[in-house]
């Protein structure tokens, strides 16, 4: 059959090595699609699966019609939160995942192993099937959740379908990206910040929270999984988790093949212009390792806590372009939650979540286990401060934003709201995570910070409006700077 | 070892006090077991002490507990300060036989942020002066990730050079050097020395002992032994 491919390609004139890759992928499509039909009706029997279809399609079309709203219908308040908080765990799941998302077969191997093709050539058929298995299987969760809600909140959000697909879709694309810097992941996890935008904006422009659920829970879905994989990225450096490490090295392998077939192009073996031009491009940048963004280092007047400032700054202005996007996005939605009246109850807890996640970005690097001489208040005040002044920058262009474009009167009161949750849960999280000696990139001390800082928001709720909660969370976290160690 | 430790620190003439280390029945236990067991030793201002021993002896075990990297029973004073204080850990520098540094400044920034850290601005300039005597120069707007280990090596002792601490603790630090980078090493430790500084390190070559001017601390089963030189 191989030699048979490679005639007909030869006859198609298209002696090319993505032809005779397609043509191999054809062999082994044909060859799988043989077996598993041969495998379901020796095991099963065809006719039986199709009697079961029939049926299973019956009982679910009769269910779906006779699913009508329950007498007491539960309050659409809930609902932005109930599908906020499935999201979430949805996305938070991924830095659970301890198996790689995709199983490479001995072919690839193969495939990678004796061909100068790439990597991404070479598993794309594999990753495609992926993507849209997810696709499929959001779609369906999508259309219970479309179904439960109608049941048990008397609403229809045909939306939920669309949104369940788009959230899988980014689960796989964040489950690849912790795996291996897949570029397919990139435009998804650039379309989910655009998501997180058009989240902001439905709040900025002033929607209710049950009206703007599924916009919303779009947005926090999308900035977390941006947050994610933006942490995927940096995870990388990091190198791979010890669950990972087999696949590890297989990968290494595969890199090392592509390599192999890039160094035998750039001799001249195969002339690409691609290769060339790449080849050229990369000769005339800097030596990899340098340093690209500079910041100058502080006056020595303002002693340890300037040095920890400066290299918190340096962290934020170094931090990867999509870190940057995903970070905006996940103030912008904070933002838009606050304004759109969620101010106390369980939903501030949730959002505490989200902010426990954004402080983990915003928080600077730790100077832990080298041991120098720093007191708390220098080593905490130096980490928050850069990223909390950018946070308050961005929550007052929010306010002003919303105010020019006609929003409702409290423009302010919710920045104010917002940069209070987001400082309280940075200053936790530099407690928590100084304390237990943990990486504040973590999701054990993020998490422990967000719920922390979204319950004590949500018990200052309790005392007084807005602005009782927003001068009682500042003076937590100013006060827990200089008070504990 | 066992010997009088006396705690009240000496001063030099202008009356700046003397550097000096104690450690007092100090014991170390990894896992129920004793790794470093009642160990009494005074380091004087001036000198340059090497501990010699076998591998899992416990050298570099008492460094780190020095530096307070491990929890110990028993008493370490630096200076008259212990060694988790922010007086005790001003007066040191630990470079470990790995060093420790961060990946997310360049060598170059290292020595700006140590040296503001450490509250010592002067320190910034020696530091850059150490890394042209390792031959780092070049290489100090990078990325110590991108290097290799000898010149992350190379880049930590400069910079626990250039903040010239009271104590100086170096686990194994001629390991991975090369022999131009020895020589400066041995060169700057010799220096400290004569300025009334303490150098503590660990090391298996027979010739540092001479070359140093060093006196010889042996390490074994977590015990510290007979004193020489």
């Known amino acids: 059959m191989w030699a048979g491919d490679v005639a007909s390609a030869t006859a198609a004139g298209a002696v090319t090595p993505g032809a005779s890759l397609a043509a191999l992928e054809r062999r082994m499509l044909r060859r799988r699609v043989g077996r598993g039909y041969r495998w379901v009706g020796q095991t099963f029997g065809w006719s039986t699966i199709i009697y079961l279809v029939f049926w299973i ?93 109608t049941i048990l909140f008397a609403v229809s959000v045909p939306a939920l379908v669309a949104l369940g697909a788009g959230l899988w879709l980014l689960r796989a694309a964040l489950a690849m990206l912790v795996y291996e810097r897949r570029p397919i992941a990139l435009p998804l996890a650039l379309l989910a910040s655009l998501l997180a935008a058009l989240g902001a904006a439905a709040g900025v422009l002033g929607f209710g929270p049950g009206a703007a659920a599924p916009v919303l829970a779009a947005g926090v879905a999308s900035a977390l999984g941006v947050l994610a994989a933006a942490a995927a990225f940096a995870y990388q450096g990091a190198g791979y988790p010890a669950g990972y490490l087999f696949d590890a090295m297989v990968v290494a392998e595969f890199r090392t093949s592509v390599l192999m077939a890039v160094m035998t192009q750039s001799a001249g073996a195969l002339r690409r212009r691609g290769v060339t031009t790449r080849t050229r491009r990369r000769g005339k940048g800097r030596r990899s390792g340098s340093a690209r963004l500079r910041l100058k280092p502080p006056s020595t007047e303002y002693g340890p806590l300037g040095a920890v400032a400066w290299r918190s700054a340096l962290s934020l202005l170094r931090a990867p372009l999509l870190m940057k996007v995903a970070l905006l996005a996940a103030l912008g939605y904070v933002y838009a939650m606050l304004s759109a009246g969620v101010v106390g109850g369980l939903p501030l807890a949730v959002l505490g979540l989200a902010a426990g996640f954004l402080a983990s970005w915003l928080l600077g690097p730790s100077v832990e286990p080298a041991p120098v001489p720093l007191d708390p208040f220098s080593r905490g005040g130096g980490r928050v401060l850069p990223g909390l002044i950018v946070a308050a920058a961005l929550f007052a262009l929010f306010a002003v934003v919303r105010s020019a474009t006609g929003g409702p009167t409290g423009s302010g009161e919710a920045g104010l ?63 827990s700077l200089l008070v504990l160690p | 070892m066992s010997q009088s430790t006396p705690r009240t620190s000496q001063s030099t003439d202008d009356g700046t006090p003397q550097p000096r280390v104690e450690l007092q029945e100090v014991t170390v236990v990894f896992g129920g077991e004793a790794v470093l067991a009642d160990v009494d030793l005074v380091l004087a201002a001036g ?27 028993g008493e370490i004073l630096l200076s008259g300060a212990r ?16 060093p420790t540094l961060f990946e997310d400044l360049t060598v170059r920034e290292h020595a700006a942020f140590l040296s503001r850290a450490y509250a010592r601005p002067e320190a910034e300039e020696r530091t850059l ?101």
Do not use: C
């Open chain 2, 129 to 229: 002066a150490w890394y042209e005597r390792f031959e780092l120069a070049d290489r100090v707007d990078e990325f110590p990730g991108t290097h290799s280990r000898g010149m992350r090596h190379k880049a930590a002792l400069a910079l626990a050079l250039g903040l010239e601490p009271d104590l100086l603790l170096l686990d194994e630090p001629f390991n991975t050097l090369d022999v131009d980078a020895r020589e400066t090493l041995a060169e700057g430790l010799r220096q400290r020395a004569q300025d009334g500084r303490i150098n503590l390190l660990s090391a298996h070559d027979q010739a540092l002992e001479r070359d140093l001017g060093a006196e010889v601390v042996e390490v074994r089963g977590g015990h510290v032994g007979r004193r020489r030189g």
């Open chain 2, 83 to 98: 060694p988790r204080t922010l007086e005790g850990r001003a007066a040191f520098a630990f470079v470990a036989d790995v």
């Open chain 1, 417 to 479: 709201l917002g940069f209070a949750l987001v400082a309280l849960a940075t200053v936790i999280l530099e407690k928590a995570s100084s304390w237990l000696h943990v990486s504040h990139r973590e999701w054990t001390a993020w998490g422990l910070s967000g719920l922390l800082s979204g319950t004590l928001m949500w018990v200052l709720s309790a005392l007084g409006g807005p602005g009782m909660i927003t001068l009682g969370a500042l003076g937590l976290a100013f006060g």
């Open chain 2, 47 to 73: 000198r340059t002490v090497l501990l010699r021993g076998p591998n899992g002896a416990g050298k570099s075990t008492l460094l780190r507990a020095i530096a307070g990297l491990l929890p110990f029973k």
């Open chain 1, 57 to 149: 399609a019956l009982f679910v079309v009769g269910g779906v019609q006779s699913a009508a709203p329950i007498e007491h219908p539960l309050p659409a308040a809930i609902l932005p939160v109930a599908l906020d908080a499935l999201a979430l765990l949805a996305l938070v799941s991924v830095s659970l995942q301890r198996s790689p998302p995709v199983v490479l077969g001995r072919s690839h191997a193969m495939l990678l192993g004796l061909s100068p093709w790439s990597a991404r050539r070479v598993l794309r058929p594999r990753l495609l099937g992926f993507f849209v298995s997810r696709v499929v299987v959001g779609a369906v969760v999508g259309t219970a959740a479309w179904l439960l809600v």
